[in-house]
């Protein structure tokens, strides 16, 4: 399928924004960022985004969208950005795990490139009147009584600007300080890596509309076709293992032979790129004037699918307690408002994906849960009905199935 390239352009040069003060600066242009920029554009806040890197650019994601995430772009009037943009799909997912098989029907989600989705996000920011700056590299620096000082660096160039409140969004594992040791973020020492590659061609046996999950003692790996018949493949690993095994590429390898799935002949020579330690925590959400959203608040494994949904969610609940605080200078409460949110949009959730992903890490657990699935498959449909639900009411409408390699 022939689709136009995805492209997005900055706004403004690092030269104009400099000495500039700014009722908003967001950090980071993932769906995160965009989202809490947009919002904040629309009720009249002046916000400049940043990002160092420039659109489209390459992410390590499973590119799955699912129903929670539709609701919140359905939610602020971004509904037609996924057609528009010629989304896929999803109708199930192919769980495999040594040589078993449980197919979960979907009655919602889809897939789209982070290229094409991340793109159209910032477009949607522009369009209701945000600033963007790519290729530059924000680091929050001075706090004084009613702004932050932002470092703005572009190769060798230098800028600063201030912002009266600033939205972290730089995702997992950022540098978004000047001073290293004002981060107080924790990575879960047992905590699996993310690597993930994107492949022009791959065995047909791949069909769109499905998401195949390989689940092994090592990690799992996910694939599934794009909106232009590529196919993603991301994977969550243990790092000790790709070592063991001579790389990415090779346990990618090991985990899908032994889940029973096919290997794509280009994977050796592809293109991967890896990620810092998945599941991260941070004490606190916000702090003098920085509110963290998305996965720069943090984050637990992949294996639901659920981080741009909370990304979105959380760009959007965020935006209007930034723009209170441009009306009057209840700083504290605002801090407190944005940690109280945060922890009664995410949490539950995040605690749902952690035990799944503890579960992961037992072999013998993972091959009873496919057996039960087998035979009882409705026991899935209350976890799936949660993982899916919209942020407001429940969403999804799950029917499972499974079936016997
Ligand atoms: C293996 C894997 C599979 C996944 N699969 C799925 C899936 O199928 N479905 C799903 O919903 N989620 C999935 N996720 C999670 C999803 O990718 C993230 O939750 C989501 O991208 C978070 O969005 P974000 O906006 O918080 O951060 P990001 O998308 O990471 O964006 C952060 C941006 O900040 C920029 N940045 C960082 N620091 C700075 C700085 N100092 N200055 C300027 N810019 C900066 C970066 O360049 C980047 O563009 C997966 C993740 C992994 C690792």
Redesign the pocket.
């Known amino acids: 399928m022939a689709l136009p390239e995805p492209r997005v352009a900055a706004t403004i040069r690092l030269d104009e924004v400099s000495g500039q003060r700014w009722d908003l600066v967001v950090?980071?242009?993932?769906?995160?960022?965009?989202m809490a920029a947009r919002e904040a554009s629309l009720a009249g806040a002046r916000v400049l985004l940043?990002?160092?890197?420039s659109f489209p650019?390459p992410?390590?994601?499973?590119?799955?969208?699912?129903g929670a995430?539709i609701g919140v772009l359905t939610d602020v009037g971004l509904g037609d950005l996924l057609r528009h943009n010629c989304a896929q799909q999803l109708h199930a997912v192919r769980l495999a795990s040594a040589g078993r098989i449980a197919n979960i029907r979907l009655s919602e989600g889809v897939s789209l490139s982070?290229e094409r989705f991340?793109t159209a996000l910032i477009q949607a920011a522009i369009d209701a009147g945000a600033e963007f700056l790519d290729q530059?590299?924000?680091?929050i620096s001075n706090v004084n009584a009613d702004a932050r000082a932002v470092i703005l660096k572009r190769d060798m160039t230098e800028q600063s600007a201030a912002a009266k409140s600033i939205v972290v969004?730089?995702?997992?594992g950022?540098?978004?300080f000047a001073e290293p040791s004002s981060d107080e973020r924790h990575a879960s020492p047992a905590s699996r890596v993310?690597?993930?590659t994107v492949l022009d061609v791959a065995p047909a046996e791949y069909c769109g509309g499905t998401i195949y999950m390989a689940c092994h003692k090592h990690g799992y790996v996910?694939l599934?076709r794009l909106e232009d018949d590529r196919l993603d493949i991301?994977?969550?690993l243990d790092s000790d293992a790709i070592k063991q095994h001579g790389g990415i590429a090779k346990l990618a390898a090991q985990i899908l032979t032994h889940a029973g799935l096919s290997i794509p002949e280009a994977m050796d020579d592809a293109n991967w790129h890896g990620?810092a330690k998945?599941t991260q925590h941070r004490e606190h959400v916000a702090a003098e004037r920085c509110f963290f959203?998305?996965?720069?608040a943090g984050?637990v494994e992949?294996f639901t699918?659920?981080?741009?949904?909370?990304?979105l969610a959380s760009?959007r609940a965020v935006a209007p307690i930034v723009v209170d605080l441009l009306q009057d200078d209840g700083e504290a409460d605002a801090m407190q408002a944005w940690t109280d949110q945060h922890r009664r949009l995410i949490a539950r959730r995040a605690r749902l994906c952690r035990y799944v992903s503890r579960m992961l890490r037992y072999p013998a657990v993972v091959s009873v849960a496919v057996r039960l699935l087998a035979h009882a498959p409705w026991l899935a449909r209350p976890v799936v009905r949660s993982l899916n639900a919209s942020f407001q009411a429940g969403r999804a409408n799950i029917v499972v199935e499974s079936e016997k390699n």
């Open positions: 950090i980071g242009a993932g769906p995160a960022g965009s940043v990002d160092r890197a650019r992410k390590v994601c499973g590119c799955c969208i699912n995430a982070r991340d530059t590299q924000a680091l969004a730089g995702g997992l950022c540098r978004v993310g690597a993930g996910g599934v991301a994977a969550a990620t998945l959203i998305g996965d720069a984050y992949p699918g659920e981080g741009m949904a909370w990304a760009g």
